[in-house]
């Protein structure tokens, strides 16, 4: 297995276990019996671990390689999916998706910081392709949720088999990164004040990334309480969507080629928000789940492109890491702001506001990628002078 291909595997497992963990969400509320809001606050309590993690991750990541930092955050992570399944009060699932959040964090910075090294060292775009993996992983994890359902098996038995399948994997996968270095390559470390168009990328990574959880963290619960679908069908809110974003990220690399990272951010995002106002209007199930694999296909390259814009802003290192902690913040942020303000004004209109958030992403794409190729010029021009 070459470092390539184990770096999607390691995006796959990420995604596996997040899908594993979304399309439970409904039934860990349900077993406690708690508001929208309660749940949007224990995701921020997921959302807090997380928040402290990244930043302490990028340092790590300063020190020691992304290979190393990838695999160790892997095996802490993997088993952590009980401690929420199983969590027998609203506070101790705070409590645990503290933990759970820091663990997938780091992972996260980790895995996406070595796929940019590996990106550099083979010397043309694999970014989509690697998140084709996180999709196809989230795929996979909710639908063996749905699959338990469907056959009446215990959503906590499947998601502590899923876990453990997934840590034995892991432990394969991981071994296999490769050496390629995640450091900045001016060696400058931590964060470096952005520019303007590093700014703007990072802004729209926000408002992609707060997008893509609200997806995950909300398509089931608004599937099931919302439109009556049944325990298994709404599972398949988030599997669907994970499968138009792996199905779009198979073929992201090649069209960046061919139209551009601006069309292709802006022509996606245009897509995200028709879909998405098509589910909400309409609010059929099965429309639903048809919408959310279009939102999927739409969003799917975002954030892979935003990416490798910031990558290509000198001093690339700084541009990444500014633009990661931006949009990992509206990641972990968003879906609880929709949980609090869907018990204020219910959860379809807060749904509502994301369509704003994709148009604004779709007016705005092709000016990051002008913003991207000016930063990277301005810094060549000096130089040559």
């Not at 297995?1 to 999607?8: H, I, K, L, S």
């Not at 596996?16 to 309590?45: E, H, N, P, Y």
């Not at 379809?348 to 990277?376: F, I, K, N, Y």
Request: charged share 10%.
């Amino acid at each position: 297995m070459t470092p390539r291909w184990a770096t999607f595997g390691a995006f796959f497992l990420n995604g596996a276990m997040i899908g594993t963990w979304v399309a439970q969400i409904a039934f860990v509320q349900d077993r406690l019996d708690v508001s929208k809001a309660t749940i949007g606050l224990a995701l921020l309590c997921m959302a807090t671990g997380a928040m402290i993690a990244m930043p302490l991750t990028g340092q790590i990541l300063d020190r020691r390689s992304s290979a190393l930092v990838t695999r160790t955050a892997a095996l802490v992570y993997l088993p952590l999916l009980a401690l929420p399944l199983f969590a027998p009060s609203p506070v101790l699932l705070g409590l645990a998706l503290v933990a759970f959040g820091a663990a997938n964090g780091a992972m996260d910075v980790a895995m996406n910081a070595h796929g940019v090294a590996v990106e550099r060292t083979i010397g043309k775009p694999i970014m989509s392709s690697l998140h084709a993996g996180w999709s196809f992983g989230g795929l996979a994890g909710s639908g063996g949720v749905a699959l338990a359902i469907a056959l009446g098996v215990d959503p906590r038995a499947e998601g502590v088999v899923a876990s453990g399948v997934l840590w034995l994997m892991a432990l394969a996968i991981t071994a296999r990164l490769g050496s390629a270095s995640a450091h900045s390559e001016d060696g400058s470390g931590g964060f470096a004040l952005p520019s303007r168009g590093v700014l703007l990328i990072g802004a729209l990574c926000f408002l992609v990334m707060v997008t893509e959880g609200a997806m995950g963290d909300w398509s089931g619960i608004y599937l099931k309480n919302d439109l009556g679908a049944s325990g298994s069908a709404a599972a398949t809110g988030f599997a669907g969507f994970s499968l138009g974003m792996a199905l779009a990220r198979i073929t992201g690399d090649e069209l960046n080629r061919r139209w551009g990272a601006g069309r292709l951010l802006s022509g996606g995002m245009a897509l995200v928000t028709v879909a998405l106002a098509s589910v909400l209007l309409i609010g059929e199930p099965v429309v639903a789940v048809i919408g959310f694999a279009l939102i999927g296909v739409g969003i799917a390259n975002a954030v892979p492109l935003l990416f490798s814009a910031a990558g290509r802003v000198p001093p690339s290192g700084p541009s990444l890491a500014a633009v990661f902690t931006v949009g990992y913040t509206g990641f972990i942020v968003g879906p609880p702001l929709i949980g609090v303000l869907a018990d204020a004004i219910s959860l379809p209109a807060a749904l509502g506001v994301l369509c704003a958030a994709g148009l604004a992403v779709t007016l705005l794409g092709g000016r990051a990628a002008a913003a991207e190729e000016g930063a990277r010029r301005a810094a060549v021009q000096p130089e040559a002078a």
